[in-house]
């Protein structure tokens, strides 16, 4: 049983200065059963996560009344994937601070995480509506990439995840708005925004009938972007693009763009080799694909399956 903490100004007795004082928490699982582990990271890049958790907490010690405490700790222990004590942490936060849409941007991805559907969409949707009439902003990247730019932005973010997580629940089109309304937002004008866009729309387009439109879409990309972090999606918008094949997205082993190749095969009908590859993809991929999960739970009930 894992510790909920209590909401104080006394911090450093929480068990938020000292994660070491807390239970073990308990292991998450797929939504088919498979149980989420970490990935096989290097003792360096462990080390260095550990060290940022330890940063944030000592941060919090020193600064209990400050909204990025909060949002700095739970991000920090959602990186090691201990995404109960995350949640934990911003669920601290806004007590504090009710009105964060950022710490609600933030929760919201954790309870996606760990497969709370449902509360993640309500985070999502209280964030939209605290955002509005505030001037966006960018969202700093906890891990930076190799230019150390920033992509993405709090609104651009809030409804791109709104609408991913839509898609759990199997409202294509709610996933659809969010990502149009998310790819509108003046501060994520970037290349790998688009392509990560372009790849939910087409998906969604797909379910709702909308097929020309989906292959107009893609065919607007072109071959020759450079990316800093979006490879997976590129790979799958050209494999909607009928750039790449089937056989040499799924050996890249990429979750995300071998998801495209698993839902072509739904699309076409093809049912046993859709199931048989959202399974792959969730049980090679560290802590599960949720969008497999949901769909490979939809087919089996569908085909009446066990």
Known sequence: MRILLPLVAALAATGFADSSAAEPV???KSL???E???PD???????????????AQKTMEIAPEREDSYIWLGRRFAYLNRFDEAIDA??????KFPDSYKLLRFRGRKYARTRQFELAIADYRRGVELMQGIEDSYEPDGIVNKRNQFLGSYRGNMHYYLGQTLWAVGDYAGTLQGMERSISEPLVQNPDHTVATTYWRYLALRKLGRTAEANELVRKIPGDLKLLENDGYYDGVKFMQGVLDAKSV????DAISSFAVAMDYHF???????????TDIITKTPQGFWPAETELLASRARRGAK
């Open 26 to 28: 308990a292991k998450h």
């Open 268 to 278: 076409r009908g093809q049912h046993a080799e859709a199931e048989r590859t959202w």
């Open 250 to 253: 799924i050996a890249k082993g």
């Open 41 to 55: 990271w290097s003792p360096a890049t462990r080390a260095m996560l550990e060290k940022d958790l330890l940063i």
């Open 32 to 34: 088919i059963g498979t």
């Open 36 to 38: 989420l582990r970490d």
């Open 90 to 95: 911003f669920t601290v936060g806004l007590g």
